[in-house]
């Protein structure tokens, strides 16, 4: 590990960075530029002592793979200064294929800037990879917890705060958008989901054999919440260039109490790093 280009490459990145660049609010004059240390190391999830030592070559011990992944998102890195900061580290870079979990960068800009509306960022095969505080509000923690379309057809707990009579619809889109998308890729990632599925969800198979394709692009969605009721929600997806990844935007329908509920829920729910 190269301590000293590490600490000045970390230094560089965190002064380029303004609080609204990562949707943090600003409160005072700042006297010097850029994020705090603290700040990128609350949006990377590690203690602030650990990124400080860091950026003093003070540190031990090479960063894992985990907290390279949680400083790229934290500082907003182009894949090209994400391979830098592992070459740095001594590890190996990851190779930049489709399921990369390198979220693009057009869409965490966008992500950052939305307060009032659940939003997040998911692979084209229905993994989450960013969650603002209201998506994680309304949908649970979902990082890191696979494919949300393997877990609607083999986990019965996914399908909880939908109504009954909304599941065959939700079935059927997740299949057919799912379907597009491995037409699109071709590749092992997405044909093994499809194998995992046939072989885990009689449902999905038989949905399977239908051949359905359909992008999903925008839908209305209704979820019940254990804690505020009713959630009525416009769904609209903006995907980026080789669209293998997706911001998910989750809008109240006008003319109903969803935007007074999601106010309430986002009260109830802790802000952290997406």
């Not at 693009?104 to 229905?126: C, E, F, K, N, Y």
Request: aromatic residues 4%; hydrophobic residues 40%.
């Amino acid at each position: 590990m190269d301590s000293k280009q590490l600490a000045q490459f970390l230094r560089i990145r965190r002064e380029a960075l303004s609080p609204a660049d990562v949707g943090l609010a600003v409160a005072g004059r700042r006297r010097t530029p850029g994020l705090r240390r603290e700040e990128v190391a609350g949006l990377a999830g590690v203690s602030t002592d650990y990124y400080t030592r860091l950026e003093q070559e003070r540190a031990t011990a090479t960063p894992s793979e985990s907290v390279l992944r949680a400083l790229t998102r934290a500082l907003r890195l182009s894949l090209d200064e994400r391979d830098h900061l592992y070459r740095l580290c001594g590890l190996n870079v990851p190779g930049r294929r489709r399921g990369d979990r390198h979220v693009a960068p057009t869409l965490l800009a966008v992500l950052d800037r939305l307060h009032d509306v659940p939003a997040q960022v998911m692979t084209d095969l229905g993994e989450s990879l960013a969650q603002n505080h209201l998506a994680r509000g309304v949908f649970g923690n979902l990082i890191g917890r696979g494919s949300v379309i393997h877990r609607w057809f083999t986990e019965s707990g996914t399908r909880t705060g939908y109504s009954v009579e909304d599941h065959a619809e939700e079935s059927r889109a997740l299949v057919a958008d799912l379907r597009a998308a491995v037409g699109r890729r071709d590749d092992e990632p997405a044909r093994g989901l499809v194998e995992r599925l046939r072989r885990d969800s009689p449902e999905f198979a038989a949905l399977w054999e239908l051949h359905d394709v359909a992008v999903m692009r925008g839908r209305r969605k209704r979820i019940l919440h254990p804690e505020v009721g009713l959630l009525e929600l416009d769904c609209q997806s903006l995907v980026d260039e080789d669209r293998t990844q997706i911001l998910a935007l989750f809008s109240p329908v006008p003319g109903t109490a969803t935007a007074d509920r999601l106010t309430l829920l986002a009260l109830h729910t802790p802000k952290a790093a997406s």
